[in-house]
């Protein structure tokens, strides 16, 4: 089996830990994974900041690149909900027949890594270590887009020493919502302003999720407020194990966005 | 080109003097109504964010209407084969709307009703003004009615020296503040006990001076007023949840019973209903009456539910009158991919689980027609350009989808209009919008490898802006300074993820 990483711009960018991580975890479990330089963008922010048709270069790379894969694995429920459902209606709006079977047959084969390691690996306990007290965000579109469950939760519960405490009103939106966090900057503060009460009325030291897009803005937000809780990736916290602990930040140099804490590992 | 817009086209071509074939089906005209608010979505967002009385009072009531209908649904093991069976009727329906206003035209009149067709608001108010003058009064009662709020009916009446008197208890809240309704289903949801106490004594001339802000006297007073209204009144005015095509039975769902004093008191009723407001047979209403009182209020049953069918000579209103209102519906109809937004039975319960209409409240769409669907359905209906903030106000969490019981994808919607907002746009001006061009340029970028990662390495520049605590603080520039005014960035790393796959993987980059 020939399995890709799709790293998204995102994280590609700006997290690279994330990736990292979910390298390194999926190599622990004996999977040997990919990394297609050729890949770009899913075409996501295109799509839903109303530029349809430019975003149809984008959806025609990804499906070529990853067409030779039997799975595509991706640290974010955005993307791959992007993957899964909106590529196929570009392919059909302005795309060949040939490429909405090709989108077709991509989207089937990719991944949440919350799915993959759960649904396609059919593993809960990854051998992780992570001595923190940990709340859980299940990001809209993990939640709503690909019904991940509640997957995540079994993955954390099963992570030694982590102590996960439930996140009051966790199925409202943080307020990212990509260009809507620009758009309608105020709006998707009062919504930020709402779950960073949240996270930290739960006493978490750490707020974790599926999407390093909406861990970036309750990150940011809890950064501006010197509120000493973090955001970090789940595949962050699955990476870390007793041998090698995730170590937060390096010296006094402590990150506080999701940029992030770095798995020195 | 489908089925039901051919379908519609014709219809409207019927009724129009223009020889086109091609003619898209007209949107609701400026100038009258309720669709168009003065500000952007942004703009008229931020001054009712600021509103703490709002925020506390949406914040507690859509708490409470969220856990009722979460249980009452959860009581239903069919719940999901109730919503597939809403959706397809209305999905039937719409397909074969000119049938279906046909058959019930003619079962109306069948029954001795009259039947009216209007075009647009224009039409519909002058229509109810030339039947209110004729019966030569000045003061009509309403049931509460989204469509006679969404063609401004009130305003219109008032200009010609009518009086529309609304008799539920929320809307008369309004009327009597001034003010305009903010939900749907609890117009008033953003006044508290207080401030209605205080309506009331101004505006009431029969209120008593001892009145008290106890939600039993307030109600009290109002219903005394109500009721020697409902004692003179010769005219209703009424929407409808439903007009039944088989029957011409047309049906108002209510909680008060001040909706049924209306429909069967005076002598002449008048209702005003949207041409998507159709079902075909009496039968389609086990689906729907099971489905709006759970995802409306939370309630199993709904507490007045009116029917009547024409003119039943000694009982109710001896004069009946049915106007069928379009202003855009036709237009809506007209859009594939847009189409669904005609399903919505208005139960609101895509407002109460959407958390921007639950900070920003519903006068901040400008619209009466607010939240999720009013930001599906105001674009549609006056014209994408007329109110293009709205399909952005959504973070497109899809909450608004899971609850609706008709299935109507609002966030596929809201992803449809932007694009026709953009390409409304850049149709009707030279030069692109500078966000179509950063786009364009980001797609450009991003559709080739070598492109792309001399981008993000460029990305690196900024780590110079987060020196100091290993994170970006505030930047005033544009777009930079909506991000960075309330959240930090992080501070671009020093290596790329590819960058790093290939120093430790090997190959290209």
Known sequence: MRTALFITCLADALFPEVGKATVQLLERLGEEVEFPAEQTCCGQMHVNTGYQKQALPLVERFAEVFSPYDAIVAPSGSCVGSVRHQHVVIAERFGSPTLVQQVKAVAANTYELSEYLVDVLGVTDVGAYFPHRVTYHPTCHSMRMLRVGDKPIKLLQAVEALELVELPAADQCCGFGGTFAIKNADTSTAMLADKMRNVLDTGAEMCTAGDSSCLMHIGGGLSRLRAGAKTVHLAQILAATREQPMVLGRGERQAEVHAGPEAVL | ?509
């Not at chain 2, 239903?76 to 069976?85: C, F, G, I, T, V």
């Not at chain 2, 030569?136 to 049931?143: L, T």
Request: hydrophobic share 40%; net charge neutral.
């Open chain 2, 1 to 509: 080109m489908s089925d039901a817009s051919e379908r519609s086209l014709s219809l409207s071509k019927g009724r129009s003097s223009t020889s086109s074939d091609r003619m898209l089906p007209p949107t609701s005209p400026r100038g009258v109504g309720n669709l168009r608010g003065e500000d952007r979505f942004p703009v008229a967002a931020r001054r009712t964010l600021a509103d703490t009385q709002l925020r506390r009072n949406l914040g507690k009531a859509t708490t409470t209407i969220r856990a009722k209908r979460a249980q009452v649904v959860a009581e239903l093991p069919d719940w999901e084969q109730l919503r597939e069976a809403g959706r397809q009727l209305k999905v039937h329906t719409m397909a074969h709307l000119p049938d279906y206003l046909a058959q019930l035209e003619s079962a109306v009149i069948a029954r001795g009703g009259v039947v009216h067709w209007a075009r647009d608001a224009n039409e519909a108010n002058a229509i109810v003004i030339d039947l209110v003058r004729a019966k030569g009064v000045d003061e009509v009662v309403k049931v509460k009615s989204m469509a006679t709020q969404e063609i401004g009916l009130n305003e219109a009446l008032e200009q010609e020296g009518i009086a529309a008197l609304e008799t539920d208890l929320a809307e008369l809240i309004v009327q009597l503040g001034h003010d305009k309704p903010s939900h749907i289903l609890v117009p008033a949801i953003h006044r508290n006990r207080a401030e209605i106490r205080e309506i009331f004594l101004r505006e009431m001339a029969d209120a008593d001076p001892a009145l008290t802000d106890e939600p039993v006297a307030l109600a009290g007073a109002a219903r005394q007023h109500l009721r020697r209204k409902f004692l003179s009144a010769k005219v209703a005015i009424s929407g409808a949840n439903f007009g039944i095509a088989e029957t011409g039975t047309l049906g108002v769902v209510e909680s008060e019973g001040n909706g049924r004093m209306c429909l069967t008191m005076p002598d002449t009723l008048i209702t005003i209903m949207g041409i998507e407001k159709l079902v075909p047979r009496w039968q389609d209403l086990e689906v729907f009456l099971q489905l709006l009182p759970r995802s409306s209020t939370g309630e199993r049953m709904n507490p007045y539910t009116s029917m009547w069918t024409g003119v039943t000579p000694g009982d109710g209103p001896q004069e009946f009158h049915l106007i069928l209102l379009d202003n855009g519906r036709t237009a809506v109809l007209a859009d594939a991919e847009g189409r669904d937004a005609l399903n919505c039975i208005r139960c609101s319960a895509c407002l109460n689980v959407c958390p921007v209409y639950e900070r920003t409240g519903g006068h901040a769409y400008g619209s009466v027609y607010p939240g999720p669907i009013g930001a599906i359905l105001s674009p549609q209906l006056t014209g994408i350009e007329d109110n293009a903030s709205l399909p952005y106000a959504s973070s497109l969490c899809g909450a608004c989808y899971d609850v609706c019981p008709v299935k109507i994808n609002i966030p596929e919607i809201l992803v449809h209009l932007r694009a026709k907002h953009t390409e409304t746009y850049a149709a009707e001006h030279r030069v692109p919008s500078a966000e179509a061009s950063a786009l364009a340029a980001a797609a450009w970028v991003m559709s080739d490898r070598k492109r792309w990662t001399y981008a993000l390495r460029s990305g690196r520049l900024g780590r110079i802006l987060g020196r100091k605590r290993d994170a970006i603080g505030e930047v005033p520039l544009p777009l930079v300074k909506q991000w960075t005014d309330a959240r930090d960035f992080a501070r671009p790393p020093k290596q790329t993820f590819r960058d790093w796959w290939a120093a430790e993987h090997g190959g290209d980059r």
